[in-house]
């Protein structure tokens, strides 16, 4: 079981907004790690979708967005349209050990 | 722009160990900027990091694994490479290297390979 939870699937349709949640706590989000998100396109390997809690990188659409509080961060993606449908993780670290962690991940439908 | 690939076989026995290698290109796997992850994902489900390597001998594993996981770096082939002993089904996986510029920071794993499936199977 992750240490991150994050919902299994979300759903939207386009044009809508969605948020996608990632819950941790004291000794991982809660402890002031960055958290990062990816993004995986069906067949494809993970992508950087947003890093240190709410920055794109350069090429990432500014419809998604990532905010960070307390022992949790939420990632949104507005205006959805059908290529956004992918696989999303969190990812952070661990205070323990500062051992590196994914939530399980959650799967975006676009109606 | 570094780019990465991994490279190994796709089919393993049980007990053997899983030798696999990321070549890196457009970057060196010697600079002491960045860290060089593994990263698996097993079939139909979530990511789960295995280790690092930093400055061409640092490393850190996955506490879970670290009895059977081996990083090193062969700064002369621009490649870093993974070991993991033991293997037995539930090793099956598609195997990712990555980069990231800092750990436990807020630099995320901002270039991965393609990955590669490894199955083990007798």
């Known amino acids: 079981q992750s240490m991150l939870t994050q919902p299994p699937s979300v759903a939207g349709a386009p044009g809508q907004r969605v948020t996608i949640s990632c819950t941790g706590g004291?000794?991982?989000?809660?402890?002031?790690?960055?958290v990062h998100w990816y993004q995986q396109l069906p067949g494809t390997a993970p992508k950087l979708l947003i890093y240190?809690?709410?920055r794109r990188p350069s090429g990432v659409p500014d419809r998604f967005s990532a905010s960070k509080s307390g022992t949790s961060a939420s990632l949104a993606i507005t205006g959805l349209q059908p290529e956004d449908e992918a696989d999303y993780y969190c990812q952070s670290y661990d205070s323990a050990l500062i051992d590196m962690i994914f939530g399980g991940g959650t799967k975006l439908t676009v109606l | 722009q570094v780019q990465l690939q991994e490279s190994g076989p796709g089919l393993v026995k049980p007990s053997q160990t899983l030798s696999l290698t990321c070549t890196v290109s457009?970057?060196?796997?010697?600079?002491?900027?960045?860290?060089w992850h593994w990263i698996r994902q097993h079939p139909g489900k979530g990511l789960e990091w295995l280790g690092y390597i930093y400055n061409s001998g640092t490393t850190y594993y996955n506490p879970s694994l670290k009895s059977r996981v081996s990083i090193s770096v062969d700064t002369s082939k621009s490649q870093f490479s993974l070991k993991l002993s033991s293997m037995t089904a539930a090793d099956t996986a598609v195997y990712y290297c990555?980069?990231?510029?800092?750990?436990?920071?807020?630099?995320?794993?901002?270039?991965w390979g393609q990955g590669t499936l490894v199955t083990v199977s007798s």
């Open positions: 004291s000794s991982n989000i809660g402890a002031g790690y960055g």
């Open positions: 457009g970057g060196s796997v010697s600079s002491g900027r960045f860290y």
């Open positions: 240190g809690n709410s």
């Open positions: 990555a980069k990231g510029e800092d750990y436990g920071g807020d630099s995320g794993l901002d270039v």
